[in-house]
């Protein structure tokens, strides 16, 4: 149980360091910084996070806000208890 416990916390960690590289990246479009390759959209971040935290089965812990304008996201702490348990 504690193996599958840091299974699922690293997971959770490396999609939320996807999420926060992306969000730098929005910032930096919004305040006119350019970066290599196509712009990032708010809409394609939420549609990109979305498959990959159901990809990686912790759409129960990790909630995308798809009716949101802009990239957000939570983490259901009580879920996330649950699923130690």
């Known amino acids: 149980a504690a193996q ?9 960690d490396a999609l939320t360091r996807q999420a926060d590289q992306w969000t730098g990246k929005l910032t930096d479009q ?10 990032l959209s708010d809409s394609g971040a939420k549609a990109r996070f979305y ?5 990686a ?7 995308v806000d798809l009716a949101e ?8 702490d009580k879920a ?6």
């Open 69 to 76: 304008e802009l990239f957000s996201y939570h983490i259901d």
């Open 30 to 39: 919004d305040e006119g910084v350019k970066h290599r390759g196509r712009k």
């Open 4 to 12: 599958k416990t840091q299974q699922r916390n690293e997971r959770i």
């Open 51 to 55: 498959h990959a935290v159901s990809e």
């Open 80 to 85: 996330k208890r649950l699923a130690e348990m």
């Open 57 to 63: 089965h912790l759409s129960r812990i990790i909630k």
